[in-house]
Nanobody, 120 residues
Framework: QVQLRESGGGLVQAGGSLRLSCLASKSIDSINVMGWYRQAPGNQRDMVATITSGISTNYADSVKGRFTISRDNAKNTVYLQMNSLKPEDTAVYYC??????????????WGQGTQVTVSS
């Protein structure tokens, strides 16, 4: 079983910054891909950024140049640094992990989410 716990969300003014953290219960060295997704009320859950065990990154077009994803294997943690925040960034942000080996027959795991609210 892989459990993910997000932290760092909150209320911030437009143009401000937040840093989200995701702590995994298992070594992320054994996790192929970790990422951040977000979902606003009434919308689908969309990919924001991902990072592989090889430190290859991928970003949604809407956040390129503003958000940075990183991982610290020693701390079993993935981060999302969010700069120049906009009101349209307001959403619940979820941590995601995809493992190379199954845990209880599952390869994909999600955190409970952390709220990010950006005011104008």
């Amino acid at each position: 079983q892989v459990q993910l716990r997000e932290s760092g969300g909150g209320l911030v003014q437009a143009g401000g910054s937040l840093r989200l953290s995701c702590l995994a219960s298992k070594s992320i060295d054994s996790i192929n891909v970790m990422g951040w997704y977000r979902q606003a009320p009434g919308n689908q859950r969309d990919m924001v950024a991902t990072i592989t065990s090889g430190i290859s990154t991928n970003y949604a077009d809407s956040v390129k140049g503003r958000f940075t994803i990183s991982r610290d294997n020693a701390k079993n943690t993935v981060y999302l640094q969010m700069n120049s925040l906009k009101p349209e960034d307001t959403a619940v942000y979820y941590c995601h992990a995809r493992t190379a080996k199954p845990w209880n027959s599952k390869y994909d795991f999600w955190g409970q989410g952390t709220q990010v609210t950006v005011s104008s």
